[in-house]
């Protein structure tokens, strides 16, 4: 028996049904759906609000809406042809749109593929024809981007693209509100063991890799996240952060939310000024951060005027939180600080309720299940002992067994018997919390944002300029990381500045995120003892810098 079987149709090696079989035995796989499960909340109590969306002027949904408005936009999309398996891009930020769509998506078993808003030509466009889309859905100006004109250009280079669908002012594509119509009758949904969406990974190769998540399993890991949370039908969630991330989505997110019929608020900006007045107003219990936001709005709740004693809980992950920073969240806003360190690949590990402060400002937390296997282990694959550092390798009912059509990169991400290889340095303490110690992928992470030295290198590389390129990490206060482009120049090019070199990068069309920060011009690079390039010693040069 391999580790993992292809399941036709999928597109991606799947859990061997001796682990499946464990997974339902055990209660973690209950056979629901998305589209299932939001058909059920509105039945259960169709008149709860499930989502607000603040702005420009406050609209809401309760779940009878949603599902009502989830089922409309379905017959829309299949009167244009878009069916079970297709893949439709969605970049929307944090507007009610956002879940319309992909419940709407659910329902046909159409698989969403989540764009950030950051993301630019050059991402788009492979998302798009890597994932053979046949839709694309995108707001109209965003942050002052006008996401019509990206999409007619990622349109012209991919033929597969047949339709542009807009969240408000169409220009020359067809408006999302036009879409809806009157359903024709019940509808066979996808199977809960099927796709439900493909989520982008954070990328250690040249292109982003797509990560197929299953009804069956990203529920499960919903219910069990709800669980150490205490998400419920009262609570408030804010979703500061795009709500396209796994981590807003899942930990315990907004899908979360709408699973135990609370409600969840989108925020449209992450900072204070935005975010701190619709905590007051929504009464908002609960939210997740990545560790920059939370230093500045440690530092903000201090002199503010708001009012933010709803909140109970705010989680705190997807980058390295310092101990210092953390032991400054609850005396600042008033409520329980929770650690996370998840991937979108799959586990999720968070602190405890009733760990004491010392473990929640200390440690990044324990699995969600006790199904989720974890080894710490050394080059060799040898496990160490609990405390020695060593690599993350994980197993289990929401861990993915492979990327989406990616067979070659799958034989190295994960091991022969399917354990997914996260490329994180951890120690295990005793008490099962791991504490993030580091990274051996090639990847930085620019306060919650990876990016892939290799897509960037590539990038600079195409440069006529550029003889070679190696894209560090440099330690910052803030961000946690920055980036900086160490650049060999061609011998005789002309000379080139660090803007250049920026400039070069962002006309290539990628998300600002994953523009160098800083740029150096060296003559050669360290080299490794079998003469590859010694990233190690670069870093260790550009701490010192
Ligand atoms: C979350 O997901 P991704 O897929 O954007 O990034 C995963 C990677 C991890 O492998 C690790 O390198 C890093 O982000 N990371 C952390 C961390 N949380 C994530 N590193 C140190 N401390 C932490 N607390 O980032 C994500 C997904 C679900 C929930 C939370 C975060």
Redesign the pocket.
Known sequence: MTASALTPGTDAPTWPPEFATRYRAAGHWRGETFGGMLRERAAAHPDRIALVDPAPRRRTWTYRELDEAADRLAAGFAARGIGRGDRVVVQLPNVGEFAEVVFALFRLGALPVYALPAHRETEITHFCSFAEAVAYVVPDVHEGFDHRELAARVQQRTPCLKHVFVAGEPGGHTALSEVPCEPSGPREGPRPHELAFL????GTTGVPKL?PRTHDDYLYSLRGSNEICGVDAGTRFLVVLPAA???PM??PGWLGVLYAGGTAVLCPRPDPATAFPLIERERITMT?L??PLALVWTDSAAGSAYDLSSLELV???????SEQAARRLEPALGCRLM???????GL??YTRLDDDTETVVTT??LPISPDDEIRVVDDADRDVPDGAFGH?LTRGPYTIRGYWRAPEHNRTAFTEDGFYR???IVRRLPSGHLV?EG?A?D?I?RG???IAAEEIENIILAHPSVHDACLVAVPDDYLGERTLAYVILRPGAGPLRPVDVKRFVRERGVAAYKIPDLVAFVDSFPQTGIGKVSRKQLRSTAEQR
């Open positions: 989520q982008l990974s954070g990560i991330h796994n981590f899942s930990s997740g990545v560790p989680l705190v992950g997807g980058a390295k939180y650690q996370v360190f998840g991937m979108a690949e999720v590990n990044q937390g993350l996260t490329g994180d993030v990274r992928k990847q992470n919650g944002e990876k």
